[in-house]
């Protein structure tokens, strides 16, 4: 299935976004992930069926990932955006938790489906 990102944007330093995903599917383990030029795609936050949440040191506190079944969307609301922020945002799907059972939620690998990507820039 092809995800669809949207709400990337640029904005000043302690701004925020909301990031939104689709289709999610109410059985699935989503996650978010970013892309800064140069740098390898990193794992951003994770949200399991029971609505377990983890996320990157980094964004702890500032970030909050969510999901809608209802409107079958992945939210990522981001609030004091730092500079270091900016970079390329994908949701990624693993639809029924299936690669969950091997695959470290944290890693590239453990999701199947993958969204092109919205870019968010934070500038001083």
């Known amino acids: 299935v092809q995800l669809a990102e949207s709400g990337g944007g640029s904005v000043q330093t302690g701004g925020s976004l909301r990031l939104a995903c689709s289709p999610a599917g109410d059985g699935d383990c989503m996650a978010w992930f970013r892309e800064a030029p140069r740098l390898e795609r990193e794992w951003v936050a994770t949200?399991?069926?029971?609505?377990?949440?983890r996320y990157i040191d980094a964004v702890k506190g500032r970030f909050t990932i969510s999901k809608d079944n209802n409107k079958h969307t992945l939210y990522l609301q981001m609030d004091r955006l730092k500079v270091e922020d900016t970079a390329m945002y994908y949701c990624a799907s693993d639809p029924g938790c299936v690669l969950a059972r091997v695959v470290d939620r944290t890693h590239r690998m453990g999701y199947s489906d993958w969204g092109q990507g919205t870019q968010v820039t934070v500038t001083s």
């Open positions: 949200i399991e069926t029971d609505d377990y949440v």
